[in-house]
């Protein structure tokens, strides 16, 4: 039987495993405290990012017309629906240039056709008929000068009254001469 007494004085305080521990956990300590630091970091940084698109692509980008219009033609609904009488609502993409009204000059024939065919055509009121080169020769002899300027300003002659322009004042000078040439030509032998 052993002696009893003080039981035997422990020399080590800390094992060589626990003295291990200590450090894994002042390790751990500071490691968490990178971690902290850096994933402060980070989110600062995206706050930062974010604020700076915000200023930059917010100005520059996003509120641009162009942009704009192009967010909307990408956004328009496939379909649309038109009650009757609606007007076609167009978005900002959509509206293309309107071009300007080209001023039409018609031919001869087309103003002969829409403005002198009434009297021309049929001999009303005694209008020398187109075609009718025994009517027309004698004018036609006038000269093309005379003839444009009564037809272009009105004249009264024996058979009955050639209204300016055939009544049509609208039309121009230029189209009432071509109108002249093409029954000159109709009406020549
Ligand atoms: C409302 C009927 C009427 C219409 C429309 C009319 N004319 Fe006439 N035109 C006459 C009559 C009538 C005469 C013959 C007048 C006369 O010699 O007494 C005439 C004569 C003429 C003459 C011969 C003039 C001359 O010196 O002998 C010319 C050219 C002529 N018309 C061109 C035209 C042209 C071009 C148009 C169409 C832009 C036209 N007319 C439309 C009734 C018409």
Not at 176 to 184: D, F, G, L, R
Request: glycine fraction near 10%; include cysteine; aromatic fraction near 6%.
């Amino acid at each position: 039987m052993p002696p009893l007494g003080k039981p035997p004085k422990q020399t080590r305080i800390t094992s060589p495993r626990s003295k291990h521990l200590n450090r894994d956990q002042k390790f751990f300590d500071r490691y968490s405290l990178v971690l902290g630091v850096l994933a402060a970091a980070t989110i600062g940084l995206i706050v930062l990012a974010m604020k700076l698109s915000d200023m930059t692509q917010g100005v520059y980008t996003r509120d641009g017309a162009e942009y704009q219009a192009a967010l909307n033609a990408r956004i328009r609904p496939f379909g649309e629906i038109y009650l009757p009488g609606e007007e076609h609502a167009t978005t900002a993409a959509q509206v293309e240039p309107v071009p300007e009204p080209v001023a039409t000059v018609m031919s001869g024939p087309q103003v002969y056709n829409s403005a002198c065919i009434a009297c021309h055509g049929t001999g009303v009121a005694g209008a020398p008929m187109t075609g009718d080169a025994a009517a027309w020769g004698p004018r036609i002899a006038q000269g093309m000068d005379t003839l444009n300027e009564h037809a272009v300003n009105g004249f009264t002659g024996s058979l009955g009254f050639m209204p300016a322009k055939g009544g049509r004042l609208d039309l121009s000078d230029d189209e009432v001469h071509a109108a002249i040439q093409y029954m000159v030509n109709e009406s020549s032998l």
